[in-house]
């Protein structure tokens, strides 16, 4: 019923300019696809929004214990203007830090397939027509592929991914089934900490009694107990940030 309705022309007084919506419709209309198929993708927007802003929970939680990495990133989100999607290149520390903090705590805990014929995995025989699940969490930390696989060490992302074609990293899936957002998150996930490294100065704050920690459930990660942050404006009026 929204979709219909945005396609009709929307709500009285609403601005089709500042309407995620609208932009999806009218994009989607020229590739022909259905009100289904809008809805589709609408939800998968919003599930990158969504799994994205617990990555940035997780994210923090890291830049508490590792503040010489955090110094860095913030450093460098201050130094680059993002002044188009080509400049957002420019960020490689924080992209660094992003796939770090994506290897230790991906949002996606675990991957699942449907087997149509027997295989045999590691030594392990798995029968046909089953359901067969991964950990990518996992995989991660595993010393055979990552060295010092629990310590957070952007440095090992300095030349892109390591053993990328042996699938040993893959914190938004891999394959035909790859996650679609993924580019969607690293994107948004750059303009976010931009926005808060050049607009604020942030210090953490511990709270007695509940330290910050990530939570694993079956199948996804999420932030608990913190980390709470007090947001300092680095301008005190909007025509200061403006010279700035």
């Known amino acids: 019923a929204v979709v219909s309705t945005q396609s009709t022309g929307g709500w009285e007084g609403q601005n089709p300019d500042d309407d995620l919506l609208a932009w999806l419709i009218t994009a989607n209309d020229a590739a022909g696809l259905t009100d289904e198929e809008v809805v589709d993708d609408i939800m998968t927007v919003y599930l990158v929004m969504d799994n994205m802003s ?22 460098e989100l201050r130094e680059v203007e993002l002044t188009g999607p080509r400049s957002l290149n420019k960020l490689t520390y924080t992209e660094m830090v992003l796939l770090e903090s994506l290897r230790m705590t991906p949002v996606l805990l675990r991957g699942t397939r449907w087997l149509k014929n027997p295989v045999n995995i590691g030594g392990y025989n798995i029968p046909g027509d089953c359901q067969f699940q991964y950990s990518q969490y996992v995989l991660h930390r595993n010393e055979k592929y990552w060295k010092n696989p629990r310590e957070f060490d952007p440095e090992r992302f300095r030349n892109g991914v390591p053993n990328v074609d042996s699938m040993t990293y893959m914190p938004f899936l891999t394959g035909p089934r790859a996650c679609l957002g993924r580019h969607v998150a690293m994107v948004s996930m750059k303009l976010m900490l931009s926005t808060i490294a050049r607009n604020y100065d942030l210090t953490p704050m511990p709270v007695a009694g509940r330290p910050p920690k990530i939570v694993q459930t079956m199948a996804v990660s999420r932030l608990e107990g913190g980390p709470f942050y007090h947001f300092k404006p680095l301008y005190k009026t909007k025509e200061e940030q403006e010279c700035n």
Do not use: A, D
Request: glycine fraction near 4%; proline fraction near 5%; avoid cysteine.
């Open 54 to 75: 617990k990555q940035i929970g997780s994210l923090m939680v890291y830049m508490i214990n590792y503040p010489e990495v955090y110094k860095k990133m913030v450093e």
